[in-house]
């Protein structure tokens, strides 16, 4: 019986199995280096303007080229980078959010004023918060647009605040009183308040607008005072027209110890209620306030409902009535008054001789 062997093939040795396998790394052709774009030099610093510019290059060759140019055009900071084109894509977006803002925020006080029925103080109150609301959605809606991190802003959120305790404390002050101020309605618009100026002259004035740093007050001489609303809401405030616009004023009247002081009176009401301005009610009423050195002296105490006409025209068509009525009844409007008493010695007697021989001596030179 004969039995088959097998033998195992011979093993390749070293030399021989590098001859069989090719050299792969030595023939193989080198792969080429990537240049590295703008983009890929920094992260961008607005987001938006890559997606923008993207979608502008689909419509037309010639705009892509040009917002190529644009976007090599730049400078890298640290890991940001900056370039032509993405400062034009903020300079429209914050224009556009600044029209948009103003557009949205007159909108918004249309519609309250046609909408609703509310007061002069309440309005402008609500005119303002919709003012801020709009702003502040214009100004979410330009950071979503431009796509950019707030996480990036967070740096710059320190020296913000710093700032807003320190340089902006006083202007944020006045934003906050002025609301205070409207939401109270301790003052409002057409208000009459006395106010007083540096040199310490007290004047009134009527409130026409309750800005956001200031209140504008003008006097009858239109002269327009800018009070800070701080100063308002801290402050003593005298409003002639808070809970009601009567005010009552006065008027100073001097008459001779000879006259007859009942028809005095009497025609004291008399031209206080001929003036148009004054209220028949609450009537006028007539005051003996003391006895002066030349004259009894009196108060006219009469109202007027529209402070913010004047008060001097009124005192002034009180007296020139009553300056007719006087005449008409032989009431005398006195003037000061002295009684000289000389005493009578030696140099007196001197002065008047003196005097007389100089009277003297002038009548004959004259004849």
């Known amino acids: 019986m004969t039995t088959a062997s097998t033998q195992a093939p011979p ?61 090599s055009l730049g400078f890298t900071v640290a890991d940001t980078r900056f370039s032509v084109w993405t400062v034009l894509v903020v300079i429209m977006v914050v224009v556009g959010v600044i029209v948009f803002a103003r557009l949205g925020s007159k909108m918004a006080h249309g519609a309250l004023k046609r909408f609703t029925r509310l007061e002069s103080a309440q309005r402008l109150l609500g005119e303002k918060l919709l003012t801020i609301a709009v702003w502040a959605l214009a100004f979410f809606i330009g950071i979503d647009i431009l796509g950019i991190d ?150 006219i105490h009469c109202w007027i409902t529209d402070p913010e006409m004047g008060v001097g025209n009124v005192r002034s068509d009180v007296l020139n009535r009553l300056w007719d009525l006087f005449q008409e009844n032989d009431i005398e409007i006195p003037f000061p008054q002295r009684d000289l008493n000389l005493r009578n010695n030696e140099q007196f007697q001197q002065l008047v001789a003196a005097i007389s021989q100089r009277v003297a001596s002038k009548g004959h030179t004259s004849e």
């Open 150 to 299: 707030l996480t990036a802003l967070a740096v710059f959120s320190g020296a913000f605040g710093l700032a807003i305790g320190f340089g902006l404390q006083k202007t944020f002050g006045n934003l906050i009183a002025g609301i205070i101020l409207l939401m109270d309605r301790s003052i409002k618009p057409g208000d009459v308040i006395a106010i007083a100026d540096q040199a310490g002259n007290e004047t009134f004035g009527q409130i026409r607008k309750i800005g956001i740093r200031a209140v504008s007050v003008t006097t009858r001489d239109e002269r327009e005072y800018l009070i800070p609303n701080e100063n308002l809401m801290i402050n003593q405030v005298e409003n002639w027209s808070y809970s009601s616009r009567n005010v009552r004023m006065q008027v100073n009247v001097g008459v001779s110890y000879s006259s007859d002081m009942k028809l005095a009176q009497e025609l004291m009401l008399q031209a206080a209620k001929a003036c148009k301005r004054v209220l028949e009610t609450p009537p006028p009423t007539v005051w003996m306030s003391e006895y002066g050195d030349s004259s009894v002296n009196f108060i």
């Open 11 to 71: 093993q390749a040795t070293a030399s021989e199995a590098a001859d069989i396998i090719p050299d792969v790394t030595a023939s193989a052709t080198p792969l080429p280096t990537p240049t590295p774009s703008p983009e890929d030099a920094g992260g961008e610093a607005v987001a938006g303007a890559e997606a923008l510019k993207g979608v502008v290059s689909e419509q037309s060759n010639t705009i892509a080229s040009v917002i190529e140019h644009l976007d």
